[in-house]
């Protein structure tokens, strides 16, 4: 059984960046395929970046700005956020599956098995 543990969410300003971390156990998560996912108040869950089978689907609104990335030796990987704006505003969520040939479909899906719990992010104007 897969545990998934995030940290650190926080506030910050407009334009700054945040790195969020999301630490495995229960298995080694270079077998996995992985994402960051996030829900807004009021909104729905939607995926932001997922890895499968070394393919990789970014979210548009966030392209050029956030990038993920997977320390197999911590087993942890990471969602690296640049140039932060008010609309990034959510809780932040780790996931990890099973690898899927389509990792659009897998992030677009929210169909991964194993979640963290959440961090918030907070971005101000």
């Known amino acids: 059984q897969l545990r998934l543990v995030e940290s650190g969410g926080g506030l910050v300003q407009r334009g700054e960046s945040l790195r969020l971390s999301c630490e495995a156990s229960?298995?080694?998560?270079?077998?996995?395929?992985i994402g960051w996912f996030r829900q807004a108040p009021g909104k729905e869950r939607e995926g932001v970046l997922c890895v499968s089978k070394g393919n990789v689907y970014t979210r548009e609104p966030v392209r050029g700005r956030f990038t993920i990335s997977r320390d197999n030796v911590r087993n942890t990987f990471y969602l690296q956020m640049n140039r932060l704006q008010p609309d990034d505003t959510a809780v932040y969520y780790c996931?990890?599956?099973?690898?899927?040939?389509?990792?659009?479909?897998?992030?677009?899906?929210?169909?991964?098995?194993?979640w963290g719990q959440g961090t918030q992010v907070t971005v101000s104007s």
């Open positions: 996931a990890a599956s099973r690898p899927w040939n389509n990792v659009q479909v897998l992030c677009e899906s929210l169909s991964l098995t194993y």
């Open positions: 229960g298995a080694f998560l270079e077998d996995f395929a």
